[in-house]
């Protein structure tokens, strides 16, 4: 089981960078599939990016895809998710969570995943 807290959001203007850490406690951190998600208002839950174990692959949602990146550091139990070039559409809470499997082939299935964050604002101004 895999304790997620979020951090490093804020208010950032259009074409600006932020970069959000997801620290996770927990002796399974080095054996699960993390992945970012967010939620609008007035949304549903979306996937963003996941990241293999190993850090060897990485997922993303079309919508991100070259503005984001996502690593991770096993040695220091931490998910990075570093956004750049961001757009108004990007504004949401974003979520860090443990995958309930290593199952790469469903890295982008929100039911998959488990130990949910409580979340970290993300404001992006025109």
């Known amino acids: 089981q895999v304790q997620a807290v979020e951090s490093g959001g804020g208010l950032v203007q259009t074409g600006g960078s932020l970069r959000l850490s997801c620290g996770a406690s927990?002796?399974?951190?080095?054996?699960?599939?993390m992945g970012w998600f967010r939620e609008a208002p007035g949304k549903a839950r979306e996937f963003v990016a996941a990241?293999?174990?190993?850090?060897?692959?990485?997922g993303y949602a079309d919508s991100v895809k070259g503005r984001f990146a996502i690593s991770r550091d096993n040695a220091n139990n931490t998910v990075v998710l570093e956004m750049n070039n961001l757009k108004v559409e990007d504004t949401a809470f974003y979520y860090c969570?443990?995958?309930?499997?290593?199952?790469?082939?469903?890295?982008?299935?929100?039911?998959?995943?488990?130990?949910w964050g409580l979340g970290t604002q993300v404001t992006v101004s025109s």
């Open positions: 969570a443990a995958k309930r499997t290593t199952d790469w082939s469903t890295f982008s299935s929100i039911m998959e995943y488990i130990d």
């Open positions: 927990g002796d399974t951190f080095n054996n699960e599939v």
């Open positions: 990241i293999s174990v190993n850090g060897n692959l990485e």
